[in-house]
C-alpha cells in the first residue's frame, strides 16, 4: 500500500505545543516523535483521505498562521 504519512519539523512552535493545540482546538490528533534519533521538534501525520489532509493543512495554518 502506498505511504500515508507525512514527517515535519515544527520550528515556529514546539511539536508537543502544536499537538496539544491541534487536540483541543480541531480534534485532530499527530503524533510527536520527538524523541527519536535526529527527529528533534518533529511531528508525523497519519492521512486517511484528501478531506483529512485539507483538514489537516486547514487546522495547521490557524494555528501557525
Same mark, same amino acid.
Request: charged content about 20%.
Given at each position: 500500500?502506498?505511504a $500515508?504519512?507525512l514527517?515535519? /519539523?515544527?520550528?515556529?512552535?514546539?511539536a508537543k @505545543?502544536i499537538?496539544q /493545540?491541534?487536540l483541543? @482546538?480541531?480534534?485532530?490528533v499527530l /503524533?510527536?516523535v +520527538?524523541g527519536g534519533a535526529?527527529? $528533534?521538534?518533529?511531528l /508525523?501525520? +497519519?492521512?486517511g483521505?484528501?478531506?483529512?489532509?485539507?483538514a489537516?493543512?486547514a487546522? @495547521?495554518g490557524?494555528? @501557525?498562521?
Amino acid at each position: 500500500t502506498p505511504a $500515508n504519512r507525512l514527517l515535519f /519539523r515544527g520550528e515556529a512552535q514546539r511539536a508537543k @505545543l502544536i499537538c496539544q /493545540r491541534l487536540l483541543q @482546538l480541531h480534534g485532530i490528533v499527530l /503524533r510527536d516523535v +520527538s524523541g527519536g534519533a535526529g527527529l $528533534n521538534e518533529c511531528l /508525523r501525520i +497519519s492521512i486517511g483521505s484528501r478531506e483529512d489532509m485539507d483538514a489537516v493543512l486547514a487546522a @495547521l495554518g490557524a494555528i @501557525l498562521g
